[in-house]
Every structure is written in structure tokens, then in C-alpha cells.
């Protein structure tokens, strides 16, 4: 059997719970699991207080139950997998480098920020600044991919240096902002002021979208790169539709306030 942490008593304040990572578990049983410590606020406590402990480790985490004030799942994963049955708060995954998580169910903001490597699949919406930098830093997603199947807010891929961001929905505002390289595909629409100051990398699009100014217009294609893209992300169990896998794609390069060598494709 898996370990199993299945939510018993709902936080009254937010509970950072970094330490729900798989490769901090390795060789526990389920006393020592539930001994591990977490911040409640700003006082420690015991993951047992709010969780109940069951199985062994063997690679695979499951953490159950409305975990919508539980935050920093997955923060610093390395290797492993978790699968979380619910919603969930801030900041999960953030700064992975390895191993997968799953979630049935939405996220809150800050998604996958600044990570290096992995994967995270969210079924239902996720919040603001997934993949992004945090405040005061420059890089975002550094690598790894996150596909949202739902809708996604605002600043998607801030800042990210390398990696796939996928929103099978909408996306907010500024998607793309500050974005250094990698790409970002949202098959729904997208919020204003598109790849802000981005200075390379690709966002695209599947619906009609209003640039700034400081985009130009390249030309009409059919990008044979994009349909490796989203052939996988096909696989991945998103509505990719032959219209848009076969589409002609309009090239916008931008932003002409930085160096101009980013782009966005949107679907004609």
C-alpha cells in the first residue's frame, strides 16, 4: 500500500507543509511520518495533527481531502510521485526538479514556480503565476512542464526560462510576461497584454487575441514544431483538435520593447 495522508482536522491558518515530499519519507514508517513537522502558522506541529498516516513509502504519495489551506506540496521534489485527491493551495511544486504530481481537483496560485524539472498535471483550474518568478526574481520555470486542463489567472510563465506550460482553458492576463525562453500554449483565450516584455520564447494560442502595439506582424504558417507540441500534448489527454493541429498559425514577434525575438502564433 501507498502512503496515504488523508486530511482529519482542517487548519483554522494556513499549514506550510513543505515536508509532504516523497524522498523526505524514504525509509519512514507511518509514526515517524506522522511526527514530521510542519508550520502552522507560525508556530511547528506535527503532520499528525491535521493528517492521518497510512502504509509505507514506496515512491508513491497520496495526500486526500480538501487541502485548499495546505501549502508548499511537493516543494523541492526531486524524484517520486504524488497524487492528491482535492484541492490544494499555494505553491505546490515549487522549485521541483523531478518526479510528478497529480491532481484531481484545482490549485491556487503560484503553481510550479520557479522549477527546474519534472511535471505537474492539474485537472481542474489552477490560480495567478503558474511557472512564473517569484516577486524579486528574474527566472521563472527553469524546466519540467505543467499542463492545466482547466482555466489558469493571471502572469502564466513569468519570467520562464525553459520548459512547456499548457492551459487546456483560458489564461489571464499578461501570460507570458518578462518571459525569457520556452513555451506556452493556452488553447483557449487569452487575457490582455500578451508576453509583456518578453524577450524570446513562444506563446500560443488557439482563440483571437488583442497584442500591444509593440508586437509586429511575421507571417502566416503552418509550424511543423508546434505539432510535435501539441501532438504530446495529445497524449497528455488534452483537446487538441485537427484544426488546431493542422491550422495555419499567425506570427507575431515581440516584444519590440526589449529584444523583439519572442513570438506569439495564433490560430487564424
Known amino acids: 500500500m501507498s502512503l496515504t495522508l488523508t486530511l482529519h482536522t482542517q487548519p483554522d491558518v494556513p499549514l506550510e507543509a513543505e515536508t509532504i515530499v516523497p524522498q523526505r519519507f524514504d525509509g519512514m514508517d507511518a509514526k515517524k511520518v506522522a511526527a514530521a513537522k510542519v508550520l502552522y502558522g507560525n508556530q ?43 484541492n490544494v493551495g499555494m505553491h505546490l511544486g515549487a522549485a521541483m526538479s523531478g518526479g510528478e504530481i497529480l491532481v484531481d481537483g484545482n490549485v491556487a496560485d503560484w503553481v510550479g514556480e520557479e522549477m527546474s524539472g519534472g511535471r505537474i498535471v492539474v485537472k481542474g483550474n489552477a490560480g495567478h503565476l503558474v511557472g512564473s518568478a517569484l516577486r524579486g526574481e528574474s527566472v521563472g520555470a527553469r524546466g519540467g512542464e505543467i499542463i492545466i486542463h482547466g482555466n489558469a489567472g493571471n502572469e502564466v510563465g513569468g519570467g520562464m526560462r525553459r520548459g512547456l506550460i499548457a492551459v487546456g482553458g483560458n489564461s489571464g492576463d499578461f501570460t507570458g510576461v518578462s518571459m525569457l525562453a520556452g513555451t ?85
Not at 52 to 80: C, F, Q, Y
Not at 185 to 207: F, H, N, P
Not at 237 to 262: C, K, N, P
Open 44 to 86: 511547528p506541529a506535527a503532520l499528525g495533527d491535521f493528517f492521518r498516516v497510512e502504509g509505507r513509502p514506496d515512491g508513491e504519495l497520496r495526500v486526500v481531502g480538501n487541502l485548499s489551506w495546505i501549502k508548499m506540496i511537493g516543494a523541492g521534489m526531486t524524484h517520486g510521485r504524488i497524487v492528491i485527491e482535492g
Open 184 to 268: 506556452v500554449v493556452v488553447l483557449g483565450q487569452l487575457g490582455i497584454r500578451t508576453g509583456a516584455g518578453m524577450k524570446r520564447g513562444t506563446v500560443v494560442s488557439c482563440k483571437p487575441a488583442e497584442l500591444l502595439p509593440t508586437f509586429s506582424y511575421a507571417c502566416s504558417y503552418r509550424p511543423v514544431a508546434l505539432r510535435l507540441v501539441l501532438g504530446y500534448l495529445r497524449s497528455r489527454g488534452l483537446a487538441i483538435s485537427d484544426a488546431q493541429f493542422f491550422g495555419r498559425y499567425r506570427r507575431w514577434s515581440g516584444d519590440g520593447v526589449e529584444t523583439g525575438r519572442g513570438e506569439v502564433l495564433l490560430l487564424e
